[in-house]
Nanobody, 124 residues
Framework: QVQLVESGGGLVQAGGSLRLSCVVS????????MGWFRQAPGKEREFVAA????????HYADSVKGRFTISRDNAKNTVYLQMNSLKYDDTALYYC?????????????????WGQGTQVTVSS
């Protein structure tokens, strides 16, 4: 079975940076589209970024374009989210997710596997 483990969250001052990592178990990582989502208290789970399994194409939420970068290292079964110029509104629990489908998607219901999340807190 597939397991996802996120790391790299923490407390950071506004304007700072963090890099989240997500390690995926199994030998089929390269066949998954990978996504990052986040959820703040009292809010719905929100799409952040996604990356395809093959050509490296990416999608970003408008709120993070130009600040966040998603990447993957298939040899390490790992997907990353580099977060720069962090804002208070970026504060959330960040989840990594894997999709077995061949079409990159922003829809959380299309993702098959989820990590437990890593907390990102941005202070002023």
């Amino acid at each position: 079975q597939v397991q996802l483990v996120e790391s790299g969250g923490g407390l950071v001052q506004a304007g700072g940076s963090l890099r989240l990592s997500c390690v995926v178990s199994g030998r089929t990582f390269s066949s998954y589209c990978m996504g990052w989502f986040r959820q703040a208290p009292g809010k719905e789970r929100e799409f952040v970024a996604a990356i395809s399994e093959s050509d490296g194409s990416t999608h970003y939420a408008d709120s993070v374009k130009g600040r966040f970068t998603i990447s993957r290292d298939n040899a390490k079964n790992t997907v990353y989210l580099q977060m720069n110029s962090l804002k208070y509104d970026d504060t959330a629990l960040y989840y990594c997710a894997a999709d077995r489908g061949m079409v990159i998607t922003r829809l959380p219901q299309r993702y098959d596997y989820w990590g437990q999340g890593t907390q990102v807190t941005v202070s002023s």
